[in-house]
């Protein structure tokens, strides 16, 4: 018994080896912020987070969302606006090496973009930032938004896209496509025979103007899924009003049809840097898109 009580006693008494002993922290105790003044994670912690993350504000109640460092560059580089100037001049929140078609950068040196004293941030109406941070946003844009890995985001170029349409009469005073079938919002409109109108499918595209878009056609199909082989087909044609934007106008006569037909629609174009035509329903989509794009000649 006391050959074990005095093993354990000596074990007790070791002091154990720190194998960090012989590690070499330095004296050096400056804590200077390395981070590159143009740097996202810098722009976000001195000036996104602080000035425009606030209650109310960018705080992910509303984009661009400047709560965290990813969902500013998520929010803000190749993203699609939402308010524009009167002369509709801005695409993007921020386009890459470019604060002059960049609306944040915009937004934070105008002081007039929309209306009087709305320049950004709004928590002290009339004052923008300092000239520094100012600034400091433009150079993090001018070179090239990175984001926190260092890499410059691509621009987009996605499809065409388009889900709505507007049926017009030709004399674009009358909407006539708001009566439907058993008054179901999502069934075929109704429309007399003989009756010459527009379809106007509402489209947007990151990349090429309406104007621009390749092979717009408007076809027709007897069943929801029948356009391998069309009925009929009309080719879109764009237009440009001042003041109101561009449009794709595609013009027929429900003469081109017998009473009672229930005819369906698809309509189709590119926008010139895809290989396949974008397409819209197409035979996957749910059946209340296709009974949509449909109208019924009576």
């Known amino acids: 018994m006391s050959l074990a009580i005095l093993i354990a006693c000596n074990k007790e008494d070791e002091t154990p080896t720190n194998p960090y002993d012989s590690v070499d922290y330095g004296t050096n105790e400056d804590n200077t912020d390395t981070l590159h003044q143009y740097d996202i994670i810098s722009v976000h912690q001195d000036i996104l987070k602080p000035r425009c993350a606030t209650p109310g504000c960018h705080d992910g109640v509303f984009e661009p969302d400047?709560?965290?460092?990813?969902?500013?560059?998520q929010t803000l580089v190749y993203q699609p606006i939402i308010k524009n100037n009167a002369a509709e001049e801005f695409a993007f929140r921020v386009i890459p090496y470019d604060t002059t078609n960049s609306v944040l950068y915009e937004r934070?040196?105008?002081c007039c973009f929309v209306n009087q004293d709305d320049r950004m941030p709004q928590d002290n109406i009339g004052t923008g930032l300092d000239?520094?941070?100012i600034d400091r946003i433009g150079g993090w844009?001018?070179?090239?938004?990175?984001?926190?890995?260092?890499?410059?985001?691509?621009y987009p170029n996605t499809e065409p896209e388009f889900t709505f349409y507007t049926a017009i009469d030709n004399t674009f005073s009358v909407d006539l496509g708001t009566e439907r079938l058993n008054d179901i919002p999502y069934e075929s409109f109704l429309i007399d025979h003989g009756t010459d109108f527009y379809i106007v499918p509402l489209i947007s595209d990151d990349s090429t103007s309406i104007m621009n878009l390749e092979n717009p056609t408007l076809s027709f199909a007897m069943s929801p899924d029948g356009f391998d082989s069309p009925v009929q087909q009309v080719v879109g044609t764009p237009i440009s009003v001042p003041g109101q934007g561009e449009f794709m106008l595609c013009r027929f006569n429900t003469n081109l049809f017998n009473v009672d037909d229930v005819v369906y629609m698809r309509f189709s174009c590119n926008d010139g840097d895809h290989a396949q035509?974008?397409?819209?329903?197409?035979?996957?989509?749910?059946?209340?898109?296709?009974?949509?794009?449909?109208?019924?000649?009576?």
């Open 66 to 73: 400047f709560r965290t460092v990813q969902s500013s560059v």
């Open 108 to 110: 934070i040196t105008n």
């Open 131 to 133: 000239e520094e941070l």
């Open 141 to 154: 844009i001018m070179e090239g938004a990175q984001d926190f890995t260092g890499s410059v985001i691509t």
């Open 277 to 298: 035509d974008t397409e819209f329903p197409i035979n996957s989509s749910i059946i209340e898109y296709k009974t949509f794009w449909s109208f019924k000649v009576r």
